[in-house]
């Protein structure tokens, strides 16, 4: 089967919590297949253990993200903002790797989810 353009592929991550994403594969740099790519301008991106500590490259860790373009809160949910965003760093609950490019990927989560409908 021929390919019917050859618009390449540029994956990338974000959530209703971000506005646009926060990491992506840029095509100024080379691409990895199968990563989330480096963070976009504006955005700091980490990962931590189970103790709040930062992981070294190579290691899982626990995806956390910071910038301008993060939201400030949930409206009128205090508690459900405190347990997201800690020290201005939202956290994902996607457990991640960065290879030592720089280069995020996603392979697992804090905690199981299932979605079963929208609201």
């Given at each position: 089967m021929k390919p019917v353009s050859k618009v390449p592929i540029i994956e990338g991550c974000g959530c209703q919590k971000?506005?646009?994403?926060?990491?992506?594969?840029?095509p100024d740099r080379p691409r990895k297949p199968g990563s989330i790519g480096t963070p976009v301008w504006g955005v700091e991106v980490k990962l931590i253990d189970d103790k709040g500590?930062?992981?070294?490259?190579g290691e899982?860790?626990?995806?956390?993200?910071?910038?301008?373009n993060v939201m400030k809160?949930?409206?009128?949910?205090?508690a459900a903002t405190?347990?997201?965003l800690k020290d201005g760093?939202?956290?994902?609950?996607?457990?991640?790797?960065?290879?030592?490019?720089g280069y995020?990927?996603?392979?697992?989560?804090?905690?199981?989810?299932?979605?079963?409908?929208m609201v």
């Amino acid at each position: 089967m021929k390919p019917v353009s050859k618009v390449p592929i540029i994956e990338g991550c974000g959530c209703q919590k971000v506005h646009q994403s926060f990491t992506f594969n840029h095509p100024d740099r080379p691409r990895k297949p199968g990563s989330i790519g480096t963070p976009v301008w504006g955005v700091e991106v980490k990962l931590i253990d189970d103790k709040g500590q930062t992981v070294s490259v190579g290691e899982k860790g626990q995806l956390l993200y910071r910038g301008h373009n993060v939201m400030k809160g949930y409206y009128r949910k205090p508690a459900a903002t405190a347990e997201s965003l800690k020290d201005g760093w939202l956290h994902s609950g996607d457990v991640a790797i960065e290879d030592a490019d720089g280069y995020f990927y996603i392979v697992d989560r804090t905690k199981d989810m299932i979605i079963r409908g929208m609201v």
